[in-house]
């Protein structure tokens, strides 16, 4: 369970982030979503202690995660996996190599037991073979894949996800929900998941925090969504005229 | 004011490339493939340069005596002494510097602006020890031996390219080149290369860890890392000819 109390985030006088509390509960995947430029990935930065907050707590299963030693911060950090926007993989290392990589940094095991696991998790995320490759010679959804393959190479608690599916194909961004959704539950992670795809909230989000101004501005799930009368909400969920067919035909 | 600002900002990058590694036995590969990256793979460019340099240091020394109150072999030692204080230290050091430099500038600045360092940040692991250091060692390290071959390419290349040329004779080049020999000239050399390097590595990572924005600002990084090694390299190279040699 990831708690954040009061966040508060500031560049000069622009504030970005104002009085942000929310708890995304474990076993569940947690959606962020909102408009571009609103704040969601300052908030994303700032939970992963990429950015520091101005003000407010963040608690990861109790454990303070601001202010804290480089040591004790580090403990948290080791059970965070994240998947980038552009899934961040080292040019410099095979498939396999990129797996391995936390591995090396934080267990003792042996190249034996690395290359057991590597092969695990490629399996799971329907990379078996591809060790070998580079990332130049991978496409976006492979190249996702094994982001998220080295997001849970070590068995985090807590999995962010920046944008899943952008700049996939449809069939590829269901794949990627699926193997979020799936990976979630099979690790009873919490999971937190930045997106702008309606098609993803509604196929795998449990709870959704709707981000504006740099606030929380609705929270709901993937049923109340569709029935929410929050005219903020409303314009973003149905942007485009397709989705507001549907919002009148399910209504 | 700004260079206040990057001065600050250079300090407390080098305080956290300084602090203890995560895991050391990592970083042991990584300083070999560095010193292969920047040494190993330098030794071509840096053997033709200064092999050309030392030719033309003899040729040029060659065509300026006049003189017959001065002996010819005086064109053996001016080569020595040019190619040994100067040219193998400094002038290496600067073309490792536009060659190694902007490779480190742009590979680290690469690395930030496709959020590559954030996934190294977020996975626990100290990003500026992990890919730094090791860079800065390597530097250190290979870099003496890049500029003691440079010195030996030099000062016998130079001398080949005189004699065949016609602007001296063995016997005197020979008599010149081995003229009042102090090892210390050698030791200088060296203790220079050993800050040039220092100044090279680490500045260039700097640039390219502080890069903000796309393909555009790595490029601009790796330029200023070239400009600012270079500027650097002279001062310091001022400051420690004061030191060492006066």
Known sequence: MIELKGIEKSFGSLKVLNNVSCVFETGKVNFII??????KSVLTKCMVGLMPVNAGTITYDGENFINVSRVEKKKILNNIGMLFQGAALFDSMTVGENIQFPMKMFTPMTK?????RTDEILEQVGLSGKSSLFPSELSG????RTGLARAIALNPKYLFVDEPNSGLDPLTSIKIDGLVREITDRYNMTTIVISHDMNSVIEIADTIQFMSKGEFAWSGDRHSI???NHPLLNEFVFASQFMREIKDKFR | MPIFKSVGTYSALMGHVFSKPEKTRVYFPLIVKEMDKIGLQSVGIVSLLVLFMGGVVAIQTASNIDSGWIPRWTIGFTTRQSIILEFSSTVVCLIISGKVGSNIASEIGTMRISDQIDALDIMGINSASFLILPKIIAAVIILPFLVVLAMFVGVVGGGAIAILSGAVSYNDFE???QYAFRAYDIFYSVIKTVFFAFLMSSISA?????????ALEVGQSSTRAVVYSI???MIANFLLTQLLLL
Do not use: P, Q, R, W
Request: cysteine-free; glycine content about 24%; aromatic content about 12%.
């Open chain 2, 231 to 233: 500027v650097m390299i």
């Open chain 2, 175 to 177: 008599y010149g080149a």
């Open chain 2, 206 to 214: 700097y640039h390219g860890y502080y890069t903000h924005g796309g």
């Open chain 1, 226 to 228: 569709l029935k929410s």
């Open chain 1, 141 to 144: 959804g492979m190249k996702k």
């Open chain 1, 34 to 39: 909102g408009k571009s430029g609103e704040g």
């Open chain 1, 112 to 116: 034996k037991e690395m290359d057991k």
